[in-house]
């Protein structure tokens, strides 16, 4: 292709950018056989790298849209169509945001249908994903140990509670999980419960729950003068 030029040689010669220009040209045309073979290599790996930007694109879409009709069908209490949705998102969109909320919700469905094991396998999948998504992947540490509690397992709960307390993301939650922890406490290990309520009381973010530590402190105060 000849690239005109309307400047006169003088003027071409003292424009850097022009200048540049004629002598890329000239360069192209001694090394046109070796800059063929480069740009189709070039064009080759943009493509690659194109498709697979678009094909991401498009899986994140597909990933979003079966989220959503699982959503709508969890909305309408069509829980058998909501699972189904929900653990094909997981299966099909696995690295995907949209995997993680769907193990936590179908980890919620499971242990409202009391299937504790079912739910803890679902919030699991959550917590293991190398995919952030906001505070679902902490608040998955919250719901398992409410698995384990309904399971009788104790242990476990404060186990998987201790870590939520650990988790950032989920520090709006901190004080309800300090108190759960009490209340578990309060059986086995009240100094411990103490001090979680006394923890909640200097805290002044978990103005909620004051009253509660306040309380639950009275009844150990209680136990302790009878």
């Excluded at 094909?55 to 597909?62: L, W």
């Excluded at 769907?102 to 803890?120: H, V, W």
């Excluded at 919030?123 to 384990?148: H, M, R, T």
């Excluded at 104790?154 to 309800?176: G, H, V």
Aim: glycine fraction near 4%; hydrophobic fraction near 40%; include cysteine.
């Amino acid at each position: 292709m000849n690239i005109k030029y309307n400047k006169h040689k003088q003027e071409i010669k003292d424009d850097p950018v022009l200048d540049w220009m004629l002598e890329a040209k000239e360069f192209i045309q001694k090394n046109a056989n070796k800059l063929i073979v480069a740009v189709i290599a070039i064009v080759v790996l943009i493509s690659g790298v194109s498709i697979f930007n678009s094909m991401q694109k498009s899986a994140q879409q597909k990933a979003q849209d079966a989220f959503g009709m699982a959503v709508l069908s969890y909305q309408a209490n069509d829980m058998d169509k909501a699972i189904e949705g929900f653990k094909s998102v997981i299966t099909n969109y696995g690295s995907s945001t949209s995997a993680v909320f769907s193990s936590y919700l179908l980890g919620t469905i499971y242990n409202e249908q009391g299937k504790f094991d079912d739910a803890i396998n679902a919030f699991q999948k959550a917590i293991k994903s190398n995919k952030s998504a906001d505070f679902v992947n902490g608040q998955a540490l919250e719901a398992i140990a409410v698995s384990y509690e309904a399971k009788g397992d104790t242990e476990s709960a404060l186990k998987f509670l201790q870590k939520a307390l650990e988790d950032k993301r989920i520090s709006y939650r901190f004080a309800a999980i300090r108190y759960k922890m009490a209340l578990l406490n309060s059986s086995k290990d009240e100094s411990l419960a103490k001090k979680l309520c006394n923890e909640i009381i200097s805290d002044t973010t978990a103005i909620d729950y004051h009253q509660k530590a306040e309380n639950l402190l009275a009844t150990f105060n209680a136990k302790s003068a009878g």
